[in-house]
T-cell receptor, first 114, second 112 residues
Framework: GENVEQHPSTLSVQEGDSAVIKCTYS??????FPWYKQELGKGPQLIID?????GEKKDQRIAVTLNKTAKHFSLHITETQPEDSAVYFC?????????????FGRGTSLIVHP | DADVTQTPRNRITKTGKRIMLECSQTKGHDRMYWYRQDPGLGLRLIYY???????NKGEISDGYSVSRQAQAKFSLSLESAIPNQTALYFC???????????FGPGTRLTVL
């Protein structure tokens, strides 16, 4: 089955700095890579996703890059703010027509210091 | 109102007791999932259901069972709870076209 490794487990940055979280996956057939943000006391929420036919995707301060050859993808957050503090999960999945079953990484706790 | 609700939000029980966690959704999605979250281990899939008549085991189904009572309801049962089932449990839904999963607020279960 799929195996997703996520690093680092904890990331501490100063407000305004950039943050990068990296994930690797094992199954070359995986074709959908979402990122979820989990705030304290809440369930995870999708913040951005990328499919295997795209190398990069941006949404305001957040971007995701995908390297299919190396089987790794990364989340980039620029100009971090205290409200970015949360646990971030990457996931990898394969399938078609909504049959995706994601395998999640172990999570990264991002702390943004004011 | 929340789209995905879970009851109870917190539960403390004893070893050997039968426990049911309930999930309801108003999103109209066919697909529902149960995950377990442990510190440092991320989210692990217990069971999933693509429609009312479809039930599938996930990565860690041993010791758990599920029931899909209706499109909107998906329950997780622990027949005989044990301490290593102490965890945060999440229900999630998704539709048949997009792949985004929508998570409930979670149930914190403690087995003594």
């Amino acid at each position: 089955g799929e195996n997703v490794e996520q690093h680092p487990s904890t990331l501490s940055v100063q407000e305004g700095d950039s943050a990068v979280i990296k994930c690797t996956y094992s199954d070359s057939a995986s074709n959908y890579f979402p990122w979820y943000k989990q705030e304290l006391g809440k369930g995870p929420q999708l913040i951005i996703d990328i499919r295997s036919n795209v190398g990069e995707k941006k949404d305001q301060r957040i971007a995701v890059t995908l390297n299919k050859t190396a089987k790794h993808f990364s989340l980039h957050i620029t100009e971090t703010q205290p409200e970015d503090s949360a646990v971030y999960f990457c996931a990898a999945s394969k399938g078609t027509g909504g049959s995706y079953i994601p395998t999640f990484g172990r999570g990264t706790s991002l702390i943004v210091h004011p | 109102d929340a789209d995905v609700t879970q009851t109870p939000r917190n539960r403390i029980t004893k070893t050997g007791k039968r426990i049911m966690l309930e999930c309801s959704q108003t999103k109209g999605h066919d697909r529902m999932y149960w995950y377990r979250q442990d510190p440092g281990l991320g989210l692990r899939l217990i069971y999933y259901s693509f429609d009312v008549k479809d039930i599938n085991k996930g990565e860690i189904s041993d010791g758990y069972s599920v029931s899909r009572q209706a499109q909107a309801k998906f329950s997780l049962s622990l027949e005989s709870a044990i301490p290593n089932q102490t965890a945060l449990y999440f229900c999630a839904t998704s539709d048949a076209v997009l792949n985004e999963q929508f998570f409930g607020p979670g149930t914190r279960l403690t087995v003594l």
